[in-house]
């Protein structure tokens, strides 16, 4: 996510940065360059399930469904 720093020059105030880790490899937050261009950043741990592989897909609709109260006016979901 070294792009969060060089591409990404400013962000919005109170922007939330939501990290959902499929690869089994848990990011650290205190070495994302640009994290701190967020008023927050939450990583979580999206593993595939049983034999099924889960694509990004997976991640967006349990991003939605777990904030579904409380959506943001704008969300931007990357691969």
Do not use: N
């Amino acid at each position: 996510l070294s792009w969060l720093s060089t591409k990404l020059s400013e962000v919005p105030p109170l922007s939330a940065l939501f990290i959902y880790e499929k690869c089994g490899q848990m990011a650290q937050v205190s070495a994302l360059q640009g994290a701190g261009k967020f008023a927050s950043v939450v990583v979580t741990p999206k593993p595939d399930r049983g034999k099924a592989r889960g694509d990004e897909c997976s991640a967006y609709l349990a991003h939605i469904t777990s904030k579904y109260g409380s959506l943001a006016d704008y969300t931007i979901f990357l691969q």
